[in-house]
């Protein structure tokens, strides 16, 4: 499996970012793939994510009203992450992440940095 993640980089607090994250390699059509975050000094924490049987998802309270994660229906296995209202809280590596039937596979993680 890969998972190939963008859209990180530099913003200031308020504004707003789109990640994405393509995955690749694999063929099974069970699964979740989202986001994690991890800032210095801190644990990896989930942000988001989305099942691919029924499009369920999952936000951490402290991104709900805030971000919104999609599947785009055209680019088949791609996701993205809307981050509105971004704030200097938010600042961290964020990483793609897809887990089947338990095992998680990761992406390389991508800077998302919010000035205050």
């Known amino acids: 499996v890969q998972l190939q993640a963008s859209g990180g980089g530099l913003v200031q607090a308020g504004g707003s970012l789109r990640l994405s994250c393509a995955a690749s390699g694999f063929t099974f059509d069970d699964y979740a793939i989202g986001w994690f975050r991890q800032a210095p000094g801190k644990e990896r924490e989930g942000v988001s994510c989305i099942s691919s049987s029924d499009g369920s998802t999952y936000y951490a309270d402290s991104v709900k009203g805030r971000f919104t994660i999609s599947s785009d229906n055209a680019k088949k296995n791609t996701v993205y992450l809307q981050m509105n209202s971004l704030k200097p809280e938010d600042t961290a590596v964020y990483y793609c992440?897809?887990?089947?039937?338990?095992?998680?596979?990761w992406g390389k993680g991508t800077q998302v940095t919010v000035s205050s």
């Open positions: 992440n897809q887990r089947h039937w338990g095992t998680d596979y």
